[in-house]
């Protein structure tokens, strides 16, 4: 019997009806496998994975394979957005037999959890080979199955270890983290490493603080140039806005076409501070649309921000988006189909399957002429919408805590610079949803859907990006409970998840446990739950001015310090919040009537050094910290600007402000 047809996952309800009597993650599934002595299947996977959909076509829906399955195994499927703690653990138990990792994720366990053999996608003849071979070994070779298992144990709770060396995150390891980066950049494609090439989000946003530190220009040209080149590429969607997963050549022509929210909210904050810091118009550009794709495309109607659009259209990758020159013509008329031809490197050969291209930017429309900019603007509407006569593709419409959480602090770094009000009012939406159905009795739940909170409790990442993010919406209202909301999370996470030595687990003391507690350092898709918690803490304590904060985050940064000096491309958000750490962060207030554009606001914004934070507000305004004691100077707007609480003298004109956070 296929238990799926309940769940809150879009990915689990993809299987609801497949012949394998698969099972949801609960304890029911492996009392079933210890009653029938029989082997667990762990398959984990998520809604907008292609490579999950093949697998699922070609083995999970054909009866033959369920059959088998249903006979020798227990089969669970697991969403790994819902339950990242499950696939931390059985994804490092698949790289350390493996040596590589991926989804789909085939997972065999004992009824205990235990895996003894892991790998990723298996082509249905090797899969049904596989089945037999896993059914036949756990008959007559069960001793030797048990020994693998806990061989395989013991080699994932060394990977996952707490209480190794620590060290201070210093200027020394942030300059070494950033020459490290210079030496792997790719100087022809930009970003790092060659094909399969992801978004380098984090590491970018480290060489922009680091470059604003220092004044390094390799590290504005490593992050200026990779942006631009991103932007300009296939994995870039050229009509609609918002970033693919990755791109499967080392030059970002061909993405691999899901589009994920945390990476669009990450690059969000990457184009936004690039901007920032330069005046970059393609930066500006590519920031306001992705802005406007996580919020028209992404939007839920509760408020939130869904996961992700799905890799794939009915089953064929790219459907949606690729394009030949007849198509434009078709869509466009002779002469402007020619031109969009141009305009997008669409050729006769393509770039893609059958001929087909996916749209890049060939040529510069930032700084064209009016008329050429006019005419690109009605190219791209015009293409949007026969585009959106196509199939599109689905949409996995669960809201997760930690990429909502990122989001919102994306949407408030842009609305910092542009006051817009669009990016403001969904970044408060998403906060409420956030705050008013994610936390329950006091606790943070990972996921919901429709409206509907999920069972799965929130994990380390969870707690650090909702509350960096409620941190973010203190700043942009001036509302204490934003900043009250963000302490208890942090309270939460010093109490349950802390690990000895000042590290964190990524998962609490009362969570289920699993074969082993995760806790990975290291940021790769998204922020670790270690970097995250940080991130959150230092905010906090520059916020409030309570310094056990501070402490804990300089606690934790020095047990992550040992790995950027040596993997800088997996250590991207520590870097990024070590560099916050060592400029100060500065604590800007501006005491003001009117915070909404006042040009000391603005100036704050606009110059900040990097990670700081600023309020502005009435003269003791109530719940926020850093208005406290700070009136007016001459009964004008004034600006405070202090560095770990050593403020200098208070300030009324742009200029002076200017120039006192010019002096690090």
């Not at 006769?348 to 900019?373: I, Y």
């Given at each position: 019997m296929n238990r799926l047809a309940d769940a809150t996952s879009p990915y689990l309800l993809q299987h609801a009806d497949n012949p394998v009597d698969w099972w949801p993650w609960c304890a029911e599934a492996f009392a079933e496998a210890k009653r029938r002595d029989v082997p667990v299947i762990i398959s984990v996977g998520y809604a907008a994975c292609h490579w999950c959909h093949v697998m699922a076509h070609e083995s999970f829906e054909n009866e033959q394979v369920g059959a088998l399955m249903n006979d020798d195994f227990v089969s669970i499927k697991v969403d790994r957005e819902e339950r990242p703690d499950v696939d931390a653990v059985y994804m490092t138990a698949t790289q350390a037999m493996t040596g590589q990792g991926g989804w789909p994720m085939t997972v065999f366990a004992t009824p205990d959890g235990t895996p003894f053999f892991c790998g990723t996608y298996f082509p249905r003849p090797n899969f049904v080979r596989l089945l037999q071979s896993v059914a036949t070994a756990w008959r007559d070779q069960r001793d030797a199955v048990i020994t693998q298992g806990a061989a395989v144990v013991e080699a994932i709770g060394g990977a996952q270890a707490v209480g190794g060396p620590t060290a201070p995150l210093d200027a020394a390891l942030l300059d070494a983290a950033a020459e490290q980066l210079g030496r792997e950049y790719d100087e022809v494609n930009g970003g790092f490493g060659g094909a399969p090439k992801f978004p380098p989000h984090m590491n970018l946003l480290f060489l922009l603080r680091h470059h604003q530190r220092t004044g390094s220009a390799r590290s504005l040209e490593v992050a200026r140039h990779t942006c631009e080149a991103m932007a300009r590429g296939g994995i870039y969607d050229q009509l609609a806005g918002g970033f693919a997963r990755y791109s499967v050549d080392a030059h970002w022509t061909v993405p691999h076409f899901e589009k994920m929210?945390?990476?669009?909210?990450?690059l969000l904050r990457t184009y936004t501070q690039l901007w920032r810091l330069t005046g970059d118009p393609l930066a500006a550009r590519v920031a306001a649309e992705t802005a406007a794709f996580m919020i028209d495309d992404l939007g839920t109607p509760e408020g939130g921000l869904a996961s992700a659009l799905d890799a794939d259209t009915e089953g064929v990758e790219g459907l949606t988006y690729s394009w030949t020159p007849?198509?434009?013509?078709?869509?466009?008329?002779?002469?402007?189909?020619?031109?969009?031809?141009?305009?997008?490197?669409?050729?006769?050969?393509?770039?893609?399957?059958?001929?087909?291209?996916?749209?890049?930017?060939?040529?510069?429309?930032?700084?064209?002429?009016?008329?050429?900019?006019?005419?690109?603007?009605?190219?791209?509407?015009?293409?949007?919408?026969?585009?959106?006569?196509?199939?599109?593709?689905?949409?996995?419409?669960?809201?997760?805590a930690s990429w909502n959480g990122l989001a919102v602090t994306a949407l408030v770094e842009h609305t910092a610079l542009t006051g817009d009000p669009v990016t403001a009012a969904a970044a408060i939406r998403i906060g409420e949803v956030l705050a008013e159905r994610h936390i329950v009795d006091g606790r943070l739940r990972r996921v919901s859907r429709a409206g509907v909170v999920g069972e799965p409790a929130g994990v380390l990442e969870d707690h650090g990006c909702v509350a960096e993010a409620f941190c973010a919406l203190h700043q942009l209202t001036g509302e204490g409970r934003w900043l009250t909301l963000a302490g208890r999370l942090l309270d939460v996470a010093l109490e349950r998840f802390a690990a000895p030595g000042g590290g964190f687990y990524d998962t609490a003391d009362d969570a289920?446990?699993?074969?082993?507690?995760?806790?990975?350092?290291?940021?790769?898709?998204?922020?670790?739950?270690?970097?995250?918690?940080?991130?959150?803490?230092?905010?906090?304590?520059?916020?409030?001015?309570?310094?056990?904060?501070?402490?804990?985050?300089?606690?934790?940064?020095?047990?992550?310090?040992?790995?950027?000096?040596?993997?800088?491309?997996?250590?991207?958000?520590?870097?990024?919040?070590?560099?916050?750490?060592?400029?100060?962060?500065?604590?800007?207030?501006?005491?003001?009537d009117e915070p909404t554009g006042d040009p000391l606001v603005a100036a704050a914004h606009r110059h900040a050094p990097p990670g700081a934070v600023i309020v502005a507000g009435r003269p003791g305004q109530a719940g926020v910290p850093l208005l406290a004691d700070r009136p007016m100077v001459d009964g004008r707007p004034t600006a405070y600007a202090c560095r770990g609480f050593v403020c200098e003298r208070p300030v009324t004109t742009v200029e002076d402000l200017v120039g006192q956070l010019g002096r690090r």
């Open positions: 929210l945390y990476d669009n909210a990450l007849a198509q434009l013509v078709e869509a466009l008329g002779e002469d402007d189909g020619r031109f969009a031809a141009d305009l997008f490197a669409v050729t006769e050969q393509g770039t893609f399957e059958h001929g087909t291209s996916v749209l890049r930017l060939a040529r510069d429309v930032d700084d064209a002429a009016p008329e050429v900019a006019a005419r690109w603007e009605r190219i791209r509407a015009r293409l949007r919408e026969v585009r959106d006569t196509r199939p599109q593709p689905a949409r996995d419409d669960k809201v997760v289920e446990r699993l074969v082993t507690r995760p806790a990975d350092p290291t940021d790769n898709a998204t922020p670790s739950g270690r970097s995250a918690i940080v991130a959150a803490l230092v905010a906090y304590a520059a916020l409030t001015g309570e310094t056990r904060y501070r402490k804990a985050a300089e606690a934790a940064l020095s047990t992550v310090a040992p790995i950027v000096g040596r993997h800088a491309r997996f250590t991207g958000y520590a870097a990024t919040v070590g560099e916050a750490l060592l400029s100060g962060p500065y604590e800007i207030a501006v005491v003001t």
